[in-house]
């Protein structure tokens, strides 16, 4: 029984960390990181900041999922100014194994998919450790006064036709216009983010 | 000395193990005669309770996944040496139900005659039905000893090492692999 207890602590203390990250109302960690973006420039979740809120979101090229997600990702990311909501893309996975999400492969996407926000690379993953962001693509909206509101997935289904619940954009007009985000915290299955070794 | 001699025993047994899960040919399995049942979180989790065996290993892993398919031969290995000594492994696919015919061929080219299962329920439900510890991140996987109490879970590949010292540490056996007979 004592030996029960045991495991159940060390696996509850192992796992509180992986699966706990950023909680609802918390502050963007590690906003002033400066990133290069697919212009070029090194852009930070700080530079990006709207009146109204920003948006992260941790994306790549590679993974089915997020390109499954890519167009309405695009959508929701361009008319973000609109709102005065801030975008910004990351891409923190190690391209190694994963050519496509190289920089070179991440300008393509942009420019094809016409992202009018910063597409950045995460030189070290250290971003996404961070917010303790584990998949791609997986949304993180701060308020306008940079509380966590919502984190989860982009909506309800791959099948762009099949969406009935549409989370993060029902979060930011939820947010923007000063009201409770009804869905805070959405799960979904996703590919892991491809974390390069720790420095 | 006779401790040297026993942990040079023991590395030669891993060695061997490791050995025989890279060299062991794949096991000839007809797609026709592989078994995909679809299941939800609650199922999975009264399998793992009413499974009588020592140890239950659950992957959930998706055919679009690379990590997953990386894994996967190991995964299986481990599966098929560990299974006379009480491990079960309940290998989920996370793929939509359209995709079952590459499901059931991805199966059947990496030797999996034993029974295997695709998620059929919404993400959010299938996620928090099987605990608050996965993100969703794919793959994972979960251990659970007899009783069905988690006992380690972890996101991300792993390698026939760690699969097989993390099942051992759970069956309570000394590492003697068998040659790969289930």
Known sequence: ?199 | MTVIRRSITVGILVCLGGWYAACAPTKTVRVEDVRVTSVTAADIQKMVHDSGAKAVLVNMWATWCGPCRAEFPDLVSVAHQYQGQGLKVLLVSADVEAELPAVKKFLADRGVEFPAYLKAEKDQAFIDGMGNQWTGALPATFLYDGSGKLRDFWEGEATFSVFTQKVVKVLGEPIKPTGGTP
């Open chain 1, 1 to 199: 029984m004592k030996s029960n207890s045991f495991w159940t602590l060390i696996v509850s203390l192992s796992l509180a960390g992986s699966a706990f990250g950023l909680t609802i109302g918390d502050k963007a960690p590690d906003t002033a990181v400066k990133m290069k973006n697919v212009d070029g420039k090194e852009v930070s979740i700080a530079d990006v900041t709207g009146k109204n809120g920003t948006l992260v979101i941790f994306s790549c090229n590679h993974c089915p999922f997020a390109k499954a997600w890519q167009e309405r990702i695009a959508a929701i990311g361009n008319s973000g100014k609109d709102k005065g909501v801030g975008v910004i893309v990351i891409n923190s996975n190690d391209p190694t194994d994963y050519p496509e999400d190289n920089y070179a492969e991440m300008q393509k996407r942009a420019q094809k998919l016409g992202f009018t926000f910063p597409y950045v690379v995460d030189a070290t993953s250290d971003v996404a450790r961070a917010f303790n962001a584990t998949r791609t693509p997986e949304a993180f909206l701060f308020d306008k006064d940079g509380k966590l509101v919502y984190h989860g997935a982009i909506d309800d289904s791959q099948d762009a036709s099949a969406v009935k619940d549409h989370f993060l954009q029902d979060a930011i007009t939820a947010s923007t216009a000063g009201q409770t985000v009804a869905n805070k915290e959405t799960k979904f299955v996703g590919c892991g983010i491809k974390f390069r070794a720790k420095t």
